[in-house]
């Protein structure tokens, strides 16, 4: 298996939630980057933006975060994109976000919750340099990053925080954790996203995923089954042995079903 490396992607645009929401408005079905870039370049969706960024936003953001993993999110984002609540899908854009950028992930599962757990209210520039530290001199990144990258990577990791609500801004050196809960419809998506990607349910119960959103294995278990009620799937469990019985077969049932329902 190729070693997956910590890199500077997340430079590139934090957040973007509402680019976001204006390029899944843009896209469609078969579309290439060049494409979407032309495209969302004559919308005059972003008459604030140069071209040369919006390019940048779409081939180093929007596209490794929703056009790339196995099962391309993007299509049934669209179909979300203004049909759920903003908390929800600012969920959503913050798992995949997480996804394309491990360092975000790590930092979010291993630093944020931690400092969450431990009793901490809030989060400093100096806990995100150290973690970046480490994970340099751990051989996380490619190559040794000098101090300059490591400040600016740092700074980015808690702006992509403040962006999808873990953090709101106290102090220049300072932010306050503000933790999210997980919310019904993405732990429905979640849950159907990685049995559709073909893992087993066990390995889904203690996939790292769930950490994004502070939960641990027994948490995420005794979320599935409170969301049985609905009939979604049928969930046993006998020590550490989890079945699940599925309900839908693709993504499209499952978001239908969403919507319908309003979960």
């Not at 801004?169 to 998506?189: E, G, M």
Request: hydrophobic content about 40%; glycine content about 4%.
């Amino acid at each position: 298996m190729t070693k997956s490396y910590y890199t500077t992607q997340l430079q590139a645009g934090l957040g973007l939630v509402n680019e976001t929401q204006l390029l899944l408005g843009i896209w469609q079905q078969d579309m290439s980057t060049t494409d979407l870039f032309q495209t969302a370049l004559e919308s005059g969706e972003f008459p604030n933006v140069t071209a040369r960024r919006l390019r940048n936003i779409i081939a180093e953001c929007f596209a490794p975060r929703y056009t790339k993993p196995e099962l391309p999110p993007v299509s049934w984002l669209k179909v979300l994109n203004h049909s759920i609540d903003a908390r929800s899908l600012n969920q959503l854009f913050f798992l995949f976000t997480a996804r394309a950028n491990l360092i975000l992930r790590d930092f979010v599962s291993q630093v944020y919750w931690e400092r969450f757990a431990s009793g901490y209210s809030e989060l400093s520039n100096e806990d995100s340099k150290e973690f970046v530290q480490r994970a340099t001199s751990d051989g996380k990144t490619q190559k040794l990053w000098s101090d300059t990258t490591v400040k600016r990577i740092s700074s980015y990791l808690l702006g992509a925080c403040v962006d999808y609500g873990l953090l709101k801004k106290q102090t220049r050196t300072t932010r306050q954790i503000t933790p999210i809960r997980l919310n019904t419809s993405v732990a429905i998506i979640l849950a159907y996203e990685l049995h559709l990607r073909g893992i087993a349910d066990n390995n889904l119960i203690n996939h790292p995923d769930w950490r994004l959103f502070g939960l641990e294995p027994d948490d995420v278990r005794d979320e599935l089954k409170r969301l049985s009620v609905h009939k979604l799937w049928i969930i046993q469990s006998a020590a550490d042995v989890v079945s699940i019985s599925w309900s839908y077969k693709n993504m499209e049932e499952v978001i239908d079903v969403i919507l319908e329902a309003r979960l």
